[in-house]
DNA sequence: TGCATCGGATACATACATGTATCGTGGATC
DNA sequence: GATCCACGATACATGTATGTATCCGATGCA
């Protein structure tokens, strides 16, 4: 903590920012005005306006602390599965969609999902968003290629492009689960499918090519 | 048309639908104003008030005009494609993919990302977007059945299901290539892995179960 | 405990989008 | 070609979010 800086200053900055995520995950982006953050989180906007000069910037504040947050979930599904002992398919499919159901998720999904809206109108904000899409997409790609050789098999495509199918399989298929949520339970698309299309795209590693 | 109609006013209309997918595609909905959009089409608010109630009202409207296109585009690829004597995936990949191609297609892509994350906020609109995803679904899902079989082969997942995941794939695809255009072209996802993955969920007619 | 500074609250000025009410012009019907 | 009404333009009133300037209380340090 910089010099000159008191200890409540932390704790109301987070404040607004969870209350943010709720508000934004409630009324998107635009439609929520930093009243009704200051107002969720206890706060008047004296506070907002001195821990952030705009709502654009609160916003990709939000981001990034959702950057951290899914690095370390990701490190974590990782080294879980490969901690137990059996390496397989199904476990890395669990262990993906289950991640997917904590209640917050679905605030962040609307969080993300509208980021990912304004980075594709805005490029700075799209280098940013690759930029960090790209790392968790190789941490999964090199995750499925371990996981692959300790199968026995070896991928038939690029690991990255692999990742990448994954990837949007979870973000599509959460789009129609919370739209409706008892026809698609978040996650169901992973867990049926991954397995399958794992097999679909590597072969017995002692095959010739 | 109604009685007592002019017929300035549908071209007045359309205008104000194509100024506003343009705009809602630039800012985004609650960040599009009104004036905006008039502006885009020549008119003044005055022409928008006549035509609709509220900024909401032309989105809806927007929308519908949406599910006819798709709904007719759908139709014009499966027709294509059966039509094309020897049925191919690969011919309902590059279809597929091929019809993600024009211009206004990443207007379209934001506006309808939008409605979605609208939808999955409001129940009505949930509603709404799912009776319309159903029926697009199920027309995949009946087009496929019909390939597969004409392949001489047959599913090993629900049909419906499985055209959940390809509208999976396709969304979550366009996300990533809206994003980083140059690293991922729009469709490459479908193109690549449509055909591995048909091959993964089908097996031969003729074994048995 | 007293002092200096940091952090948050309050009040006000401003900008801006919205909606409505009224007016004028172009189109349809005779 | 004249009349009437639909349609769009213009002007104004209003609500509301924003940002800033100032004030007061809390926190940390000597």
């Known amino acids: 903590m910089p010099k000159g800086v008191t200890k409540r200053r932390p704790r109301t900055r987070a404040a607004l920012l969870g209350a943010a995520l709720e508000v934004f995950a409630e009324q998107g982006f635009h439609a929520a005005t930093i009243e009704q953050i200051c107002e969720r989180a206890n706060y008047s906007r004296g506070a907002f306006y001195s821990n952030f000069r705009t709502k654009e910037e609160l916003f990709f504040a939000l981001f990034d602390e959702h950057i951290d947050r899914s690095a370390e979930r990701m490190a974590a599904i990782v080294e879980q599965v490969t901690a137990d002992g059996e390496p397989s398919v199904d476990a890395l ?8 159901l904590e209640p ?3 605030a962040w999904y609307l ?8 980075a594709i109108r805005t490029p700075e904000a799209a280098r940013k968003l690759a930029e960090h899409d790209a790392r968790a997409r190789t941490l999964l790609a090199r995750h499925i290629e371990d996981l692959v050789r300790r199968l026995g098999r070896e991928l038939t495509v690029d690991a990255e492009d692999f990742a990448r199918l994954l990837v949007a399989i979870r973000e599509g298929g959460l789009a129609q689960s919370y739209v409706e949520p008892d026809r698609l339970p978040p996650g169901e698309l992973d867990r049926r499918f991954t397995a399958p299309l794992l097999a679909a795209v590597t072969r017995d590693a002692s095959n010739a090519r």
């Open 111 to 118: 969080v993300t999902t509208e980021f990912t809206l304004h």
């Open 93 to 100: 499919a669990q262990a993906l969609s289950r991640s997917r």
């Open 104 to 106: 917050s998720e679905r």
